[in-house]
Protein backbone atom coordinates (compact mmCIF):
# COMPACT_ATOMS: atom_id res chain seq x y z
CA UNK A 1 0.00 0.00 0.00
CA UNK A 2 1.15 3.52 -0.90
CA UNK A 3 -0.49 6.41 0.76
CA UNK A 4 -0.03 9.28 -1.57
CA UNK A 5 -0.72 13.23 -0.50
CA UNK A 6 -0.72 16.12 -2.23
CA UNK A 7 0.21 19.98 -1.41
CA UNK A 8 0.87 23.16 -2.81
CA UNK A 9 -2.16 24.08 -5.06
CA UNK A 10 -3.41 27.32 -4.92
CA UNK A 11 -4.83 30.93 -6.74
CA UNK A 12 -2.47 32.23 -9.02
CA UNK A 13 -2.69 34.87 -11.56
CA UNK A 14 -2.36 34.12 -15.56
CA UNK A 15 1.22 33.94 -16.05
CA UNK A 16 2.01 32.74 -12.74
CA UNK A 17 4.02 29.72 -11.42
CA UNK A 18 3.17 27.05 -8.86
CA UNK A 19 5.01 24.31 -7.13
CA UNK A 20 2.83 20.98 -6.23
CA UNK A 21 4.32 18.27 -4.01
CA UNK A 22 3.60 14.93 -3.51
CA UNK A 23 4.83 13.14 -0.54
CA UNK A 24 4.59 9.09 -0.59
CA UNK A 25 4.58 6.50 2.16
CA UNK A 26 4.10 2.97 2.79
CA UNK A 27 6.63 1.52 0.78
CA UNK A 28 10.10 1.61 -1.36
CA UNK A 29 9.23 4.95 -3.36
CA UNK A 30 12.14 4.66 -5.82
CA UNK A 31 10.35 1.19 -6.92
CA UNK A 32 7.27 3.13 -8.24
CA UNK A 33 6.39 5.10 -11.42
CA UNK A 34 4.95 8.37 -10.53
CA UNK A 35 2.17 11.00 -12.32
CA UNK A 36 0.67 13.83 -12.11
CA UNK A 37 -2.90 14.43 -13.49
CA UNK A 38 -5.92 17.18 -13.32
CA UNK A 39 -9.18 17.06 -13.92
CA UNK A 40 -11.47 19.79 -14.73
CA UNK A 41 -15.02 20.32 -13.68
CA UNK A 42 -17.39 18.42 -16.00
CA UNK A 43 -14.00 16.69 -17.74
CA UNK A 44 -12.24 13.40 -17.31
CA UNK A 45 -9.38 12.70 -15.25
CA UNK A 46 -6.30 13.45 -17.79
CA UNK A 47 -2.86 13.58 -17.42
CA UNK A 48 -0.25 15.80 -16.75
CA UNK A 49 3.57 14.76 -16.39
CA UNK A 50 5.07 11.34 -15.72
CA UNK A 51 8.34 10.31 -14.23
CA UNK A 52 9.76 6.43 -14.25
CA UNK A 53 13.25 4.89 -13.65
CA UNK A 54 14.73 2.36 -15.84
CA UNK A 55 18.15 1.07 -14.64
CA UNK A 56 20.03 4.19 -14.04
CA UNK A 57 18.11 6.28 -16.43
CA UNK A 58 15.06 8.41 -15.37
CA UNK A 59 12.73 9.34 -18.38
CA UNK A 60 10.41 12.52 -18.02
CA UNK A 61 6.62 12.40 -20.12
CA UNK A 62 4.84 15.47 -20.53
CA UNK A 63 0.73 15.92 -22.07
CA UNK A 64 1.58 18.27 -25.04
CA UNK A 65 -0.32 21.11 -23.37
CA UNK A 66 1.92 21.62 -20.61
CA UNK A 67 5.51 20.58 -22.64
CA UNK A 68 7.92 23.56 -21.81
CA UNK A 69 5.92 25.12 -18.92
CA UNK A 70 5.72 22.30 -16.70
CA UNK A 71 8.39 19.80 -15.18
CA UNK A 72 8.46 16.56 -12.87
CA UNK A 73 11.12 15.71 -10.98
CA UNK A 74 11.24 13.59 -7.48
CA UNK A 75 13.56 13.42 -4.68
CA UNK A 76 13.73 9.70 -3.81
CA UNK A 77 15.47 10.34 -0.37
CA UNK A 78 12.80 12.15 0.75
CA UNK A 79 10.13 10.28 -1.38
CA UNK A 80 8.61 13.00 -2.49
CA UNK A 81 7.64 14.16 -6.02
CA UNK A 82 7.30 17.45 -7.61
CA UNK A 83 5.35 19.46 -10.49
CA UNK A 84 6.73 23.12 -11.34
CA UNK A 85 4.47 24.99 -13.55
CA UNK A 86 4.98 27.87 -14.66
CA UNK A 87 3.62 30.11 -17.03
CA UNK A 88 -0.28 29.30 -16.14
CA UNK A 89 -2.75 29.62 -17.75
CA UNK A 90 -6.93 29.87 -17.08
CA UNK A 91 -7.20 26.78 -18.79
CA UNK A 92 -4.54 24.64 -16.56
CA UNK A 93 -7.61 25.39 -13.90
CA UNK A 94 -7.77 21.83 -12.35
CA UNK A 95 -7.77 19.55 -9.70
CA UNK A 96 -4.33 17.83 -9.93
CA UNK A 97 -3.47 14.04 -8.17
CA UNK A 98 -0.11 12.20 -8.36
CA UNK A 99 -0.40 8.63 -8.52
CA UNK A 100 1.99 6.01 -8.69
CA UNK A 101 2.04 2.54 -9.99
CA UNK A 102 4.66 -0.57 -9.34
CA UNK A 103 7.44 -0.83 -12.23
CA UNK A 104 9.28 1.35 -14.51
CA UNK A 105 6.66 1.12 -17.20
CA UNK A 106 5.40 4.50 -19.11
CA UNK A 107 1.72 5.02 -19.52
CA UNK A 108 -1.02 8.11 -19.29
CA UNK A 109 -3.84 6.02 -18.61
CA UNK A 110 -5.47 6.44 -15.06
CA UNK A 111 -6.43 3.03 -15.17
CA UNK A 112 -2.57 2.00 -15.19
CA UNK A 113 -2.08 3.87 -12.06
CA UNK A 114 -3.00 1.99 -8.62
CA UNK A 115 -2.73 4.57 -6.12
CA UNK A 116 -4.00 8.34 -5.78
CA UNK A 117 -3.52 10.65 -3.76
CA UNK A 118 -6.81 13.36 -2.84
CA UNK A 119 -5.78 15.91 -4.66
CA UNK A 120 -5.24 19.76 -4.58
CA UNK A 121 -6.80 22.78 -6.26
CA UNK A 122 -5.33 24.77 -8.85
CA UNK A 123 -6.96 27.51 -10.23
CA UNK A 124 -5.65 30.15 -12.49
CA UNK A 125 -7.74 33.93 -12.86
CA UNK A 126 -7.11 36.16 -16.05
Known amino acids: QVRLVESGGGLVQAGGSLRLSCAAA????????MGWFRQAPGTEREFVAGIRRSGSLTYYYYADSVKGRFTISRDNAEDTMYLQMNSLKPEDTAVYYC?????????????????WGQGTQVTVSS
Open 99 to 115: AARPGSGQTTQTTDYDY
Open 26 to 33: GRTFSNYA
